[in-house]
């Protein structure tokens, strides 16, 4: 074979270009979403195709949270270290152990070590027990219809134990990436065979099954296929027919058998023919029948880039997940690098910490040293058209000895509401990389969150007794009000959560007085107990007068869900919360529930994401949806 038929590069690219040109011709294939249902128990590193919601609650009765003894806690009331109480078995007490079931009239637990047996069948007590006391209530770890993970979610084993704790048994996850694997060449043969001259044995093919499974696909290796056109061209095309993507190891390069490039060229289409990179510059970036086809060079190292750079963002677009940047750590160079200005070069790199900097020692560079991938701590990429750096220069390194983790998570710290969860699960929705973390303290303790720099926005909805107005009098009171502004949300419609037909006939806050009703309350700090305060106050009502006023939950679903579960007849909540849990809902008054911020990070790209998921028609008509919303003037932003 002449010189002019070998396979010469028509193209050195840089790799960004490639990767962009390629990916959006691949993701432009991809209409089409391959799903399957799943048992939650198999789900391990799967990803769900929609949010998953709890269908029971857990725990889903009113269960002992330690040994001892279930009372009648009207029973109890009396009893003083003076004057002890004497309970008689199956009249006014049961012994119970721990996570046993609460039943009627039993409505709190005393620990065995404050109780004292006096004989077989009766105790004695010398403190009163308050009502619901060392009960857990229906729902205190999930509640019925909560969010338990969001779409685009990779299910983590604990995942798992809260899926089932939820009574979900199947799920909805997309179907994983299926990745042929075809070895060419007349040398290759299998590590079992005997290893003659001149023969080498298959590892990238074993290298590249164990990265697709890590990468959360399926690997199909094939037979070796000899250098052979035809033979080529054959297995290519099955492959293509059995595979969402397919990867040709060896015979990429300008060999006089490096058919490769040729077989795609005829069977589909060649998009790039070598990278502007260093190892892997020979890769072919093809189209077979509507599947993306990776030729790769043959030698290790060049392997493994190649199938980094390509193959690896393939698998993370199937599944719907992105990719993790590198962690990096500025390294200072113990020699010299010397680069051609042709490439973008992948350096392998040895670190050690000495004298408190991290020193970088360049491994051999050689594609076909496999050992320098076993032996690197990390990578230093050199630029192309960058010559090369001098010893004792410091270098950003990227990390491969430790786990990499991109700090793009909103924090939010403040008062809880069910467009949270929502809005959680449109940013997963939205595949903008951008997550949600929410920690429910109520929103004084949002705005001490804010104060005290631990979070990024707080959720809160705090009137003003004076004036009535909601937020902003707090956010100058405790905050320097000048550095901190405003991204209105929902107003949303609070009220008392009663059971359904409200059999106790409860209509306003002053009923709550009455000694038939069992009240739940939000925690101290929570904007909804500071407007049942103001109601209270109004009506000339103090705190002591409501049976359970000091009885606190941390959400407007753990309130309703107490209500529901028998342990309470009234809490204070929002009416979405009072649907969720199917009970019936008395309005008392409508209020701007918002978001605090820094004026500093409404420039910050996780926060533009996430008023731009806000304001999109998508998540407006998810809250439309709900009942006692209002979006009018959701995502703008008020300066205080």
Avoid at 236 to 261: L, P, Q, R
Avoid at 306 to 315: N, R, Y
Avoid at 594 to 616: A, Y
């Amino acid at each position: 074979m002449t010189k002019k038929d070998r396979n010469i590069y028509l193209t050195n690219i840089p790799l960004e270009e490639a990767q962009k040109q390629y990916f959006s011709e691949i993701n432009s294939l991809n209409s089409c979403i391959n799903t399957e249902i799943i048992p939650v128990v198999e789900s391990l590193n799967r990803v769900t195709t929609k949010p998953v919601f709890a269908k029971k609650s857990s725990p889903n009765y009113n269960a002992a949270a330690m040994d001892g003894i279930a009372v009648i806690s009207n029973a109890t009331f009396e009893a003083t270290e003076s004057n002890p109480v004497y309970l008689k078995l199956e009249e006014n007490f049961i012994y119970i152990n721990t996570g046993g079931y609460i039943r009627d009239p039993y409505n709190a637990v005393i620990m065995i070590e404050d109780v004292v047996e006096v004989d077989e069948n009766t105790v004695e007590i010398r403190q009163p027990a308050t009502p619901w006391q060392h009960v857990r209530p229906i729902g205190e770890d999930i509640v019925e219809s909560e969010l338990i993970i969001s779409a685009n979610h990779n299910i983590r084993s604990m995942d798992i134990g809260a899926l089932l704790a939820g009574q979900i048994i199947n799920l909805e996850v997309y179907k994983l990436p299926r990745v042929g694997i075809i070895p060419t060449g007349s040398e290759i043969v299998q590590v079992e065979e005997e290893l003659s001259i001149g023969k080498i044995i298959d590892t990238n093919s074993s290298m590249f099954a164990a990265m697709v499974m890590e990468y959360n696909g399926i690997p199909k290796k094939y037979e070796v296929v000899p250098d052979e056109y035809d033979l080529i061209k054959s297995k290519i095309i099955e492959a293509t027919n059995e595979n969402d993507i397919v990867v040709i190891n060896a015979g990429s390069s300008a060999g006089s058998k490096d058919y490769t490039v040729n077989v795609l060229r005829e069977i589909g289409d060649v998009l790039i023919h070598g990278v502007a990179t260093k190892p892997g510059k020979p890769a072919i970036l093809a189209i077979v029948n509507g599947k993306p086809v990776i030729g790769i060079p043959g030698y290790p190292v060049s392997a493994y880039f190649v199938f980094e750079f390509f193959v690896k963002p393939l698998l993370f677009q199937y599944n719907r997940q992105m990719l993790d940047e590198h962690k990096k750590v500025n390294s200072i160079l113990s020699r010299r690098i010397v680069s051609s200005l042709k490439h973008e070069e992948f350096i392998r790199l040895k670190l050690g910490v000495v004298n408190d900097k991290v020193i970088a020692t360049p491994l051999d560079r050689g594609a076909g040293v496999t050992m320098s991938l076993v032996k690197a701590d990390g990578i230093l990429v050199v630029p192309q058209r960058v010559e090369g750096y001098e010893a004792g220069i410091e270098v950003e390194v990227q990390l491969l000895k430790s786990i990499s983790e991109i700090n793009n998570t909103i924090v939010s710290i403040g008062s809880h509401d069910l467009v949270m969860d929502i809005l959680s699960n449109e940013l997963h929705l939205n595949r903008s990389n951008v997550f949600l973390s929410s920690a429910h303290v109520g929103s004084l303790g949002g705005i001490m969150a804010m104060k005290k720099g631990e979070c990024h926005i707080s959720p809160i909805h705090l009137m003003d007794e004076e004036t009535g107005d909601y937020n902003n009098s707090y956010i100058k009171k405790y905050l320097n009000s000048s550095d901190y502004a405003i991204i209105k949300f929902v107003k949303r419609s609070q009220g008392l959560m009663v059971k359904k037909g409200n059999p106790l006939n409860i209509q306003y806050v002053k009923d709550l007085t009455r000694s038939d009703i069992q009240f739940v309350n939000r925690q101290r700090g929570a904007g909804t107990r500071i407007l049942l305060d103001y109601y209270l106050d109004k009506n000339e009502i103090t705190a002591s007068d409501i049976r359970g006023y000091d009885r606190e939950f941390n959400t407007h679903m753990a309130v309703a869900a107490a209500v529901a579960g028998k342990s309470a007849d009234c809490g204070m909540g929002v009416l979405s919360a009072a649907k969720a849990m199917g009970l019936d809902f008395i309005p008392i008054a409508w209020e701007d529930y918002d978001l605090c911020i820094s004026k500093e990070m409404l420039e910050d790209k996780k926060i533009t994401s996430l008023i731009s998921v806000m304001k999109s028609e998508e998540f407006i008509s998810k809250i439309a949806k709900l009942d006692g919303y209002s979006t009018d003037n959701i995502g703008d932003i008020v300066y205080i």
